[in-house]
Nanobody, 120 residues
Framework: QVQLVESGGGLVQPGGSLRLSCAASGRIFSIGAMRWYRQAPGKQRESVASISSAGNINYADSVKGRFTISRDNAKNTVYLQMNRLKPEDTAVYYC??????????????WGQGTQVTVSS
């Protein structure tokens, strides 16, 4: 069984910063792409950033230049550094990862979500 455990959410003022972490655990051979999504109240889930196993990165236009996604393969962890936060960044942020199990099967997993609130 594989679990993704997120941390780092909280309340921050506009212009502030937060760093989200998501650590994968379980019977893992390797991890492919890792992603961050977010969902604001009454809104659909949207992709925020993704990073491939080779380090190829994509960002949503709304966060380009402000957010940085990175990963530590030795720790099976993905990070999202969020700078110059805006009220519209307020959402539940979800970690997502493609996990290659020891059987050779690639399975997509989701974290439980962590709340990010940007407010004065």
């Amino acid at each position: 069984q594989v679990q993704l455990v997120e941390s780092g959410g909280g309340l921050v003022q506009p212009g502030g910063s937060l760093r989200l972490s998501c650590a994968a655990s379980g019977r893992i051979f390797s991890i492919g792409a890792m992603r961050w999504y977010r969902q604001a109240p009454g809104k659909q889930r949207e992709s925020v950033a993704s990073i491939s196993s080779a380090g190829n990165i994509n960002y949503a236009d709304s966060v380009k230049g402000r957010f940085t996604i990175s990963r530590d393969n030795a720790k099976n962890t993905v990070y999202l550094q969020m700078n110059r936060l805006k009220p519209e960044d307020t959402a539940v942020y979800y970690c997502n990862a493609d996990v290659l199990g020891v059987t050779g099967r690639l399975v997509n997993y989701w974290g439980q979500g962590t709340q990010v609130t940007v407010s004065s």
